[in-house]
């Protein structure tokens, strides 16, 4: 059975001057996107909770997975993708040095000299003003893929969350936010569970003026 699509996120709807940043991220329930060693294998996809994202999300899906799984759909969400370095770096240490290559790829590091790859733009300077520009040109939303410190930097220019919390307590590791950051107020939009017991909850930045 075809799983319902959340409202939020308007993909083929995004035109110039109105693309969106979303921080579509995992999570446990005690707020942590990864261990302290940046572990992150103690997060379990269930059937259930894969096909929401294949059908829903493919385009967050890294192009080797696509291809294992077979995923060919191009998606109406994301034409782009931006990433902190530690986060990037999972998938050239896995042998994947593009690893969304099907989608337009940022890494933000100010250790790097130069793009880890020809695919990878580099942003080495002040990832808001970064994101700015990206969101005034023509295209579909932007992917925030992680990790914690470069979505706390970010967190003013985040649209959408889309936190995919499992029933886990690790106790310690990075944070969703790592850093601090000022108050924002999300709407929720939806809410559901999976098999497996991984809810799916999305919000969108409220309009509502402290």
Do not use: N
């Amino acid at each position: 059975m075809r799983l319902r699509q959340f409202p939020c996120c308007p993909g083929d709807d995004y035109i110039a001057g109105m693309r969106s940043l979303t921080y579509f991220v995992a999570t446990t329930l005690d707020g942590f996107i990864a261990g302290p060693d940046g572990r992150y294998d103690f997060f379990e996809m269930s059937e259930a909770y894969l096909q929401l994202i294949v059908e829903e999300y493919p385009e967050t899906l890294p192009s080797h997975v696509r291809a294992a799984l077979g995923v060919t759909a191009p998606g109406t969400r994301f034409d782009t993708v931006i990433s902190g370095f530690a986060t990037y770096d999972v998938g050239p240490k896995a042998g994947f040095p593009s690893p969304y290559s099907h989608l337009e790829q940022y890494v933000v590091s100010t250790r790097l000299d130069a793009a880890p790859h020809p695919d990878i733009q580099l942003i080495s300077g002040d990832p808001v003003a970064a994101v700015r520009r990206l969101k005034s040109r023509p295209g579909r939303g932007i992917y925030l893929c992680g990790g914690g410190k470069l979505a706390a930097a970010l967190v003013t220019e985040i649209d959408e969350l889309v936190i995919k919390r499992s029933p886990i307590v690790i106790g310690a590791g990075i944070s969703l936010f790592d850093g601090g950051v000022p108050l924002q107020r999300f709407e929720p939009v939806e809410s559901r569970s999976v098999d497996g017991g991984a809810t799916f909850a999305a919000y969108r930045l409220s309009s509502w003026d402290a």
